[in-house]
């Protein structure tokens, strides 16, 4: 007999063995290639849900304070666009938190390739928006219904400075479901990678800054650039010093003084501006005016004045100017000031504090100028010091008419001075420990050296660390919607057993197939 046909007649014979062995590793394999096939199939889901909520985003421009919206014209095919966060209120009461409010117009939908929803009025109407499915059938709305929506108020001073506002907090808008979009229409739309429901509102863009009051900015710009790298070179060139929410008021003779709009300048902005004019020739002097509820000296007293803290305070030390010095009865250096102020504390809340130093000086009015103060809304654009509104307590009944008489000759001159470091030490903060910068120019200076200061300023200036940030978001989403899990190891975990369990049998079926053959093994 041949071999192939011993080999052939012995499979047959023994069938049903051979076939209970490879059922056994079948049913392994099978269960091994199908947690595999699963885990991937979640995988690509989670993919798809993402690039689904893009849209046709690629990489983000956004920043937490507002900038220009025509900064979008320098990245051709990108779109402008507010993103805030609010809450949503129906007219019988209910509500709910956590909604992604996007300012929106159709440079929005047509960046996505899709055409603007249909509205029952132009989408440029002041009352109409759309929503979110699961918006909807959270709240129970539809079409046609009308709803409050309540958003943040932004505020480019920071709330826990003296000068921020805290008690205008919120907007709120009556407005009418034009839409109710569903995921193949934006409906889902995020810059955020979410499993869950997405909760959003499109408003009008122009609505939403007009009740804002920040018409003709933005905080965020969509791309479809791929190089976060190259579109951060682009943004650096393309953004000017308004971007950067900084600006730079000219005082005359060319001189000028670079300030914030959230009135504190951080130590990278001192440091640039530093850098930039020392090449260029001009000197940088910087200053930190505050506001100080009292200066006293003995019984007598002055209410709200402000004092500019700057390098080369005379004396050394609290220099008076002479208007103060005589209302607090003072011919000579020597007597000891108390000087007390608002200070807010990091456990939230304003609270007095004082500090006690001798006078070392004192000095003409004209020692100081207005120009040393920035702009501190509700104070310096008061036409009286009676009518001043500031976002702190103060007691107008403590105003004098010789108080009222300073403020209309002299405006914002401070009335004393500090060592920059001593009122750095007093009233610094995180966000800054200056109020403005004055750049004076050499004496051969022109007008256009003038221009040319400037935009050098704004060159040497990085963007990032002013706050305003490129990121790759379809990357960044695409990497967290993998985590840190291999579906396909998940599953396999899960199916250990069912596994084991079919290498068993097929090892006990082919353990029973030698046994039977024993004695032809012997043979």
Known sequence: MQTKTLVRRSLFYYRGIHLAVIAGVATAVGVLAGSLAVGDSVRGSLRDLVLGRLGATHSVITSQELFREKLADSFPGSAPMMVLEGVVTTDDGRRTNNVAVYGVDNRFW?????????????????????????????LGMKAGDTALVRVEQFSDIPREFLQGRREDSGRTMRLKIGAVLGASELGEFSLRPKQGDVLAVFVPLARLQRDLKVEGRVNTILTKEDSAQGLTLHLRLAATLDDLGLRLRELGKGVLSLERRSTLLDDAIASGTHQVAERNGWKAQPYFT???NTIRVGDREIPYSLITAEEDSPGGGLALNEWAAQDLGLTKPGATATLEYFVWKPSGGLATDHVEMPVAAIVPITAGDRDMAPEFPGISDSA????????????????????????????????????????????GSRFGNLTSIRLTP??????????????????ALDPARLGLM??????????????????????????????????LLAGLFFKLGIEQRSKEIGI
Not at 114 to 120: E, F, M, R
Not at 127 to 137: E, F, I, K, N, T
């Open 110 to 138: 047509q960046f996505h390739g899709d055409k603007a929803p249909t509205l029952p009025t132009k989408w440029s109407s002041p009352v109409a928006m759309a929503v979110s499915a699961a918006l909807a059938r959270e």
């Open 442 to 459: 050499p004496s051969s200076a022109q007008e256009a050296d003038v221009r040319v200061l400037g935009t050098r300023l704004q060159n």
């Open 290 to 292: 505050y506001l100080v």
């Open 384 to 427: 009286h010091l009676a009518d001043w509104n500031p976002p702190f307590p103060i007691d107008l009944k403590r105003v004098r008419p010789k108080d009222e008489q300073y403020w209309g000759r002299y405006r914002t001159t401070p009335k004393a001075f500090l060592p920059l470091k001593k009122g750095q030490e007093l009233w």
């Open 470 to 503: 490129v990121y790759n978001v379809r990357a960044q989403s695409l990497a967290a919607s993998q985590g840190s899990t291999d579906f396909g190891e998940y599953f396999t975990y899960f199916s250990f057993f069912l596994v084991v369990s079919a290498l």
